[in-house]
T-cell receptor
Framework: GDSVTQMEGPVTLSEEAFLTINCTYT??????LFWYVQYPGEGLQLLLK?????DKGSNKGFEATYRKETTSFHLEKGSVQVSDSAVYFC?????????????FGKGTHLIIQP | EAGVTQSPTHLIKTRGQQVTLRCSPI?????VYWYQQALGLGLQFLLW???????NRGNFPPRFSGRQFPNYSSELNVNALELEDSALYLC?????????????FGSGTQLSVL
Protein backbone atom coordinates (compact mmCIF):
# COMPACT_ATOMS: atom_id res chain seq x y z
CA GLY A 1 0.00 0.00 0.00
CA ASP A 2 0.84 3.65 -0.09
CA SER A 3 3.24 5.00 2.51
CA VAL A 4 5.14 8.15 3.38
CA THR A 5 8.42 8.22 5.28
CA GLN A 6 9.73 11.36 6.95
CA MET A 7 12.91 12.07 8.83
CA GLU A 8 12.56 11.59 12.56
CA GLY A 9 12.44 14.64 14.76
CA PRO A 10 12.73 16.79 16.60
CA VAL A 11 14.83 18.91 14.29
CA THR A 12 16.36 21.85 16.15
CA LEU A 13 17.83 24.79 14.22
CA SER A 14 18.90 28.32 14.93
CA GLU A 15 17.02 31.24 13.43
CA GLU A 16 18.09 32.04 9.83
CA ALA A 17 19.44 28.52 9.28
CA PHE A 18 18.68 26.53 6.12
CA LEU A 19 16.00 23.87 6.55
CA THR A 20 15.54 20.54 4.83
CA ILE A 21 12.98 17.98 5.96
CA ASN A 22 13.23 14.78 3.97
CA CYS A 23 10.17 12.95 2.66
CA THR A 24 10.05 9.84 0.49
CA TYR A 25 7.01 7.93 -0.62
CA THR A 26 5.83 4.59 -1.95
CA UNK A 27 2.80 4.57 -4.21
CA UNK A 28 1.40 2.90 -7.28
CA UNK A 29 0.52 5.25 -10.08
CA UNK A 30 1.14 8.97 -9.93
CA UNK A 31 0.21 10.48 -6.60
CA UNK A 32 -0.25 14.10 -5.67
CA LEU A 33 2.08 15.21 -2.88
CA PHE A 34 1.48 17.63 -0.03
CA TRP A 35 3.10 19.26 2.97
CA TYR A 36 0.87 20.13 5.89
CA VAL A 37 1.91 22.12 8.96
CA GLN A 38 0.51 21.93 12.49
CA TYR A 39 1.29 24.91 14.70
CA PRO A 40 1.02 24.41 18.48
CA GLY A 41 -2.59 24.07 19.58
CA GLU A 42 -3.96 24.25 16.06
CA GLY A 43 -5.20 21.86 13.41
CA LEU A 44 -3.20 20.90 10.36
CA GLN A 45 -3.18 23.30 7.46
CA LEU A 46 -2.04 22.83 3.89
CA LEU A 47 1.36 24.42 3.30
CA LEU A 48 2.04 23.48 -0.31
CA LYS A 49 1.39 20.81 -2.89
CA UNK A 50 2.56 19.38 -6.21
CA UNK A 51 0.47 17.26 -8.50
CA UNK A 52 2.94 15.92 -11.07
CA UNK A 53 6.59 15.12 -11.53
CA UNK A 54 9.00 18.09 -11.49
CA ASP A 55 6.30 20.43 -10.13
CA LYS A 56 7.53 22.75 -7.39
CA GLY A 57 5.13 23.76 -4.66
CA SER A 58 5.91 26.90 -2.69
CA ASN A 59 4.36 28.98 0.07
CA LYS A 60 5.59 31.26 2.89
CA GLY A 61 9.21 30.79 1.77
CA PHE A 62 8.95 26.99 1.84
CA GLU A 63 9.52 24.93 -1.31
CA ALA A 64 9.30 21.29 -2.29
CA THR A 65 9.92 19.65 -5.67
CA TYR A 66 8.16 16.46 -6.80
CA ARG A 67 11.00 14.09 -7.76
CA LYS A 68 9.58 10.96 -9.37
CA GLU A 69 12.99 9.41 -10.03
CA THR A 70 13.85 9.45 -6.33
CA THR A 71 10.22 9.26 -5.08
CA SER A 72 10.91 12.26 -2.88
CA PHE A 73 9.29 15.56 -1.91
CA HIS A 74 11.76 17.22 0.46
CA LEU A 75 10.70 20.44 2.17
CA GLU A 76 13.19 23.34 2.15
CA LYS A 77 13.39 26.89 3.41
CA GLY A 78 16.35 29.19 3.03
CA SER A 79 16.10 31.07 6.33
CA VAL A 80 13.85 29.81 9.11
CA GLN A 81 12.20 31.92 11.78
CA VAL A 82 11.08 31.12 15.32
CA SER A 83 7.50 31.29 14.05
CA ASP A 84 8.20 28.29 11.79
CA SER A 85 8.36 26.04 14.86
CA ALA A 86 5.67 23.42 14.25
CA VAL A 87 5.09 19.82 13.21
CA TYR A 88 5.38 19.23 9.46
CA PHE A 89 3.58 16.35 7.74
CA CYS A 90 4.30 15.02 4.28
CA UNK A 91 1.30 13.38 2.61
CA UNK A 92 0.20 11.84 -0.64
CA UNK A 93 -3.02 11.11 -2.41
CA UNK A 94 -3.04 8.30 -4.91
CA UNK A 95 -4.26 9.14 -8.38
CA UNK A 96 -6.49 6.87 -10.40
CA UNK A 97 -9.81 7.41 -8.70
CA UNK A 98 -9.08 5.98 -5.29
CA UNK A 99 -11.65 7.22 -2.82
CA UNK A 100 -9.28 7.55 0.07
CA UNK A 101 -8.23 10.26 2.36
CA UNK A 102 -4.65 11.39 2.38
CA UNK A 103 -1.82 9.10 3.49
CA PHE A 104 0.35 10.98 5.97
CA GLY A 105 3.85 10.55 7.26
CA LYS A 106 4.43 10.49 11.01
CA GLY A 107 5.36 14.16 11.15
CA THR A 108 8.60 15.99 11.89
CA HIS A 109 8.73 18.33 14.86
CA LEU A 110 10.73 21.45 14.00
CA ILE A 111 12.09 23.68 16.75
CA ILE A 112 13.67 27.01 15.83
CA GLN A 113 15.74 28.69 18.52
CA PRO A 114 16.35 32.46 18.54
CA GLU B 1 -15.23 32.53 8.36
CA ALA B 2 -15.42 29.88 11.07
CA GLY B 3 -13.05 26.95 10.68
CA VAL B 4 -13.65 23.29 11.39
CA THR B 5 -14.83 22.91 14.97
CA GLN B 6 -14.65 19.80 17.08
CA SER B 7 -16.10 18.92 20.45
CA PRO B 8 -15.23 18.10 23.08
CA THR B 9 -11.57 19.15 23.16
CA HIS B 10 -10.64 16.56 25.77
CA LEU B 11 -12.29 13.38 26.95
CA ILE B 12 -11.41 10.71 29.50
CA LYS B 13 -13.09 7.32 29.31
CA THR B 14 -12.52 3.86 30.72
CA ARG B 15 -12.03 0.64 28.82
CA GLY B 16 -15.24 -0.83 27.43
CA GLN B 17 -17.11 2.47 27.36
CA GLN B 18 -18.50 4.17 24.27
CA VAL B 19 -17.69 7.68 23.05
CA THR B 20 -19.10 10.13 20.51
CA LEU B 21 -17.02 12.88 18.98
CA ARG B 22 -18.52 15.73 16.99
CA CYS B 23 -17.36 17.83 14.08
CA SER B 24 -18.76 20.85 12.25
CA PRO B 25 -17.19 21.49 8.86
CA ILE B 26 -16.51 24.83 7.26
CA UNK B 27 -19.70 26.30 5.85
CA UNK B 28 -20.24 25.03 2.31
CA UNK B 29 -17.95 22.02 2.67
CA UNK B 30 -19.73 18.74 1.96
CA UNK B 31 -16.91 16.29 2.71
CA VAL B 32 -15.83 15.37 6.23
CA TYR B 33 -12.88 13.15 7.12
CA TRP B 34 -11.82 11.58 10.39
CA TYR B 35 -8.22 10.76 11.27
CA GLN B 36 -6.62 9.18 14.32
CA GLN B 37 -3.31 10.68 15.44
CA ALA B 38 -1.80 8.25 17.90
CA LEU B 39 1.57 8.87 19.49
CA GLY B 40 4.35 7.67 17.20
CA LEU B 41 1.99 6.56 14.44
CA GLY B 42 1.20 9.75 12.60
CA LEU B 43 -2.23 10.34 11.12
CA GLN B 44 -4.25 7.26 10.21
CA PHE B 45 -7.26 7.67 7.91
CA LEU B 46 -10.49 6.54 9.56
CA LEU B 47 -13.55 7.61 7.57
CA TRP B 48 -14.69 9.86 4.75
CA UNK B 49 -18.27 11.16 4.45
CA UNK B 50 -19.67 13.15 1.59
CA UNK B 51 -23.24 14.30 1.05
CA UNK B 52 -24.41 12.19 3.96
CA UNK B 53 -22.89 8.94 2.72
CA UNK B 54 -19.88 7.00 3.93
CA UNK B 55 -17.53 7.01 0.94
CA ASN B 56 -14.61 5.09 2.35
CA ARG B 57 -13.08 3.85 5.57
CA GLY B 58 -9.56 3.07 6.64
CA ASN B 59 -8.21 -0.08 8.20
CA PHE B 60 -10.06 0.15 11.51
CA PRO B 61 -12.42 -2.34 13.18
CA PRO B 62 -16.21 -1.94 12.89
CA ARG B 63 -16.46 -0.54 16.40
CA PHE B 64 -15.31 2.72 14.80
CA SER B 65 -18.31 4.17 13.02
CA GLY B 66 -19.91 7.47 12.28
CA ARG B 67 -22.41 9.41 10.30
CA GLN B 68 -22.93 12.69 8.54
CA PHE B 69 -26.03 14.77 9.06
CA PRO B 70 -28.01 16.79 6.48
CA ASN B 71 -26.20 19.95 7.62
CA TYR B 72 -22.89 18.12 6.85
CA SER B 73 -21.78 17.95 10.47
CA SER B 74 -20.50 14.57 11.54
CA GLU B 75 -20.15 12.25 14.50
CA LEU B 76 -17.52 9.62 15.15
CA ASN B 77 -18.57 6.80 17.46
CA VAL B 78 -16.19 4.37 19.09
CA ASN B 79 -17.66 1.40 20.95
CA ALA B 80 -15.98 -0.94 23.42
CA LEU B 81 -13.06 1.41 23.98
CA GLU B 82 -9.60 -0.11 24.27
CA LEU B 83 -6.47 1.42 25.78
CA GLU B 84 -4.89 1.78 22.34
CA ASP B 85 -7.75 4.01 21.23
CA SER B 86 -6.12 6.81 23.22
CA ALA B 87 -5.21 9.38 20.60
CA LEU B 88 -5.99 12.76 19.11
CA TYR B 89 -8.96 12.46 16.76
CA LEU B 90 -8.88 15.00 13.97
CA CYS B 91 -11.74 16.01 11.75
CA UNK B 92 -11.20 17.72 8.42
CA UNK B 93 -13.48 19.08 5.75
CA UNK B 94 -13.14 19.93 2.09
CA UNK B 95 -15.13 21.39 -0.73
CA UNK B 96 -15.99 18.29 -2.70
CA UNK B 97 -13.91 15.13 -2.41
CA UNK B 98 -10.27 14.53 -1.52
CA UNK B 99 -8.96 14.98 -5.07
CA UNK B 100 -7.60 18.46 -4.40
CA UNK B 101 -5.85 17.34 -1.22
CA UNK B 102 -6.83 20.64 0.37
CA UNK B 103 -8.28 19.55 3.66
CA UNK B 104 -9.05 21.96 6.47
CA PHE B 105 -8.49 20.45 9.89
CA GLY B 106 -9.97 21.12 13.28
CA SER B 107 -7.86 21.20 16.44
CA GLY B 108 -8.97 17.73 17.43
CA THR B 109 -10.42 15.84 20.36
CA GLN B 110 -7.88 14.31 22.73
CA LEU B 111 -9.27 10.98 23.93
CA SER B 112 -7.68 9.22 26.87
CA VAL B 113 -8.78 5.67 27.67
CA LEU B 114 -7.87 4.45 31.15
Amino acid sequence: GDSVTQMEGPVTLSEEAFLTINCTYTATGYPSLFWYVQYPGEGLQLLLKATKADDKGSNKGFEATYRKETTSFHLEKGSVQVSDSAVYFCALRESGGGADGLTFGKGTHLIIQP
Amino acid sequence: EAGVTQSPTHLIKTRGQQVTLRCSPISGHTSVYWYQQALGLGLQFLLWYDEGEERNRGNFPPRFSGRQFPNYSSELNVNALELEDSALYLCASSLGGPATGKLFFGSGTQLSVL
